[in-house]
């Protein structure tokens, strides 16, 4: 069964850092290309982060360019976004997602919480 | 490429036929992706390149359209597809645009 779990959310100051990772099970990291994607309270969903399986090809939304690195460890199975100079507005459930061909996002995980308040 | 989505709500009967309209901005060709998602809980993946089922989802849903105006249909509803709806845009490049939403309730 696939899974995938986030975790690393929480309260941050404007400003601070934060490192979400997402841990996958049931299928090999390295053969997928993975997203992160997210929903400020209340509001719809916005892409944000794209790594191919090997990490060649990496793209970032507009809104995160520059502040937020995807980053992954397949030997872990792993999936990470660093999260620079975060903003009041980067407050949203982040969900760590598996991207098939042309990019449908076939599973998501359950979401971690960061919230970008003093 | 902006995706707009209507209604951005509606209510419907159980049984009854409903229509969600998806519209890009730019031709997006067959580029499009469905999702439905409950209150708490994470998206799902409904339909993607416009009209494949993904594994597992009921066959009263069904997709069409394509270059720049898209449809989602159920064609029956049912309690369980009170949600919220939401379109993407597919293919190998960025952006890969949400539209914003449309609300379903049941009567």
């Known amino acids: 069964e696939v899974q995938l779990v986030e975790s690393g959310g929480g309260l941050v100051q404007p400003g601070g850092s934060l490192r979400l990772s997402c841990v996958a099970s049931g299928f090999l990291l390295s053969e997928y290309s993975m997203n992160w994607a997210r929903q400020a309270p209340g509001k719809g969903l916005e892409w944000v982060s794209y790594?191919?399986?090997?990490?060649?090809?990496?793209h970032y939304a507009d809104s995160v360019k520059g502040r937020f690195t995807i980053s992954r460890d397949n030997a872990k199975n792993s999936l990470y976004l660093q999260m620079n100079s975060l903003r009041a507005e980067d407050t949203a459930v982040y969900y760590c997602t598996r991207g098939r061909p042309t990019n449908y996002l076939d599973y998501w995980g359950q979401g971690t919480l960061v919230t970008v308040s003093s | 490429i902006q995706l707009t989505q209507s209604p951005s709500s509606l209510s419907a009967s159980v049984g009854d036929r409903v229509t969600i309209t998806c519209r890009a901005s730019?031709?997006?060709?067959?580029?499009l992706a469905w999702y439905q998602q409950k209150p708490g809980q994470a998206p799902r993946l409904l339909l993607y390149t416009t009209s494949t089922l993904q594994s597992g989802v009921p066959s009263r849903f069904s997709g069409s359209g394509s270059g720049t105006d898209f449809t989602l249909t159920i064609s029956s509803l049912q309690p369980e597809d009170s949600a919220t709806y939401y379109c993407q845009r597919l293919n190998t490049y960025p952006p890969w645009t949400f539209g914003r939403g449309t609300k379903l309730e049941i009567k």
């Open positions: 790594s191919n399986s090997g990490s060649s090809v990496i």
């Open positions: 730019q031709d997006i060709s067959s580029y």
